[in-house]
């Protein structure tokens, strides 16, 4: 693992992870690796040991993870990016104590406009059965009790304050916002800025293309079998 990009969904990761990707730092493990990977119990099991009730913060963890535990799912990754990983800044943090920060954050209206139009949406309005269902159930009940109306801001100065707060023993920290670029970035990590355009992902699409391809060929094999 070389760097930690720490930032809430719908803040650039997916164009962060793209970016170290061209710089050399790669794989980066990012929410579409969940499914391709099989790693949903794994993410799971993480979320129900290290992660309090919503309602209940100062909780303690019921198992907190150590880097053995992270390492079952994460060592063959470089980097990583957005949810689920981003649930667990300072348990990851801990368990790579070596590994630079990069926040990646946005205006709380600007977020919670994109989280609405997106991850939000898609979880209300949610019908079937889908491989990522019970673990996008399980993060939003985790974030914001599942009432991101009421709870969203908290989710969201609470996770901007456990990142920050790991800054203040002198852990390099990079607050990078959707257009900074290259050069923040590049400067951050000590590289040479590529020529290139910098990467404008939308993490949200690719990963809505990927599970609808899972779900179909999950219906394909269920007609497959009826048909035998």
């Known amino acids: 693992m070389k760097v930690l990009i720490l930032g809430l969904p719908r803040t650039g990761t997916q164009s962060l992870a ?3 990707a061209e710089l050399g730092i790669s794989p980066v493990y990012h929410m579409r690796h969940v ?3 099989s790693h ?3 993410w799971l099991d993480a979320i129900r040991s290290n992660l309090p009730p919503f309602h209940s913060p100062t909780q303690p963890p019921s198992n907190p993870y150590t880097l053995a535990d992270w390492e079952k799912i994460l060592s063959e990754y470089e980097a990583l990016s957005d949810y689920p990983a981003a649930l667990f800044p300072q348990s990851l ?3 790579y104590p070596s590994c630079p920060i990069i926040y990646s954050t946005r205006s709380f209206e600007s977020w919670t406009t994109s989280m609405r139009d997106t991850l939000i949406h898609s979880h209300k309005t949610r019908t079937g059965d889908s ?3 019970e673990l996008a159930s399980a993060y939003h ?4 009790d599942d009432d991101f109306d009421k709870n969203g801001r908290e989710c969201f100065e609470r996770h901007d304050a456990a990142v920050r707060a ?7 920290l990079l607050e990078f916002r959707p257009g900074d670029g290259w050069g923040p970035l590049c400067e951050f990590l000590g590289v040479d800025v590529p020529d290139v355009p910098f990467p404008r992902s939308d993490d949200w699409v690719e990963y809505k293309k990927h599970v609808q391809r899972e779900q179909a060929e999950r219906e394909k094999d ?3 079998a009826g048909g035998n």
């Open 93 to 95: 943090a801990s368990a």
């Open 166 to 172: 790991l800054a203040k023993d002198g852990r390099r």
């Open 40 to 42: 949903q119990s794994l």
């Open 35 to 37: 499914a391709t990977s």
């Open 141 to 144: 009940s985790a974030s914001w």
């Open 131 to 133: 491989p990522m269902a």
């Open 222 to 224: 269920g007609e497959g």
């Open 18 to 20: 793209d970016a170290l």
